[in-house]
């Protein structure tokens, strides 16, 4: 669980709502965060790969946010062609 949420605060720029422990029969835990929607591009097939293909994803979305000014910049270096 280490690496998911390593890989959700750090490289995703996500936020860690809650972690909430596994329900009934079900040996899975649930970590509800909020993560850039450009950030979880091929995220499905990464956290596969970090859990060993038990984990599973769900999106839903949540709200609109403006960029902050690194995000902004490096959007505007792609769009411009030179990156």
Known sequence: ??????DVTGARRGT?????PPAGA???HTVQ???PLASLIG???ALRSQTGGEASLSL????YAP???HAH???LMQQRGYV
């Open 67 to 69: 960029l902050d000014e």
């Open 43 to 45: 995220y499905a097939g």
């Open 16 to 20: 860690v709502l809650a972690l909430l």
């Open 26 to 28: 079900d040996r899975r």
């Open 33 to 35: 965060a909020l993560v």
């Open 60 to 63: 839903e979305l949540s709200h």
């Open 1 to 6: 669980m280490g690496s998911v949420l390593s």
């Open 73 to 75: 910049a490096e959007l």
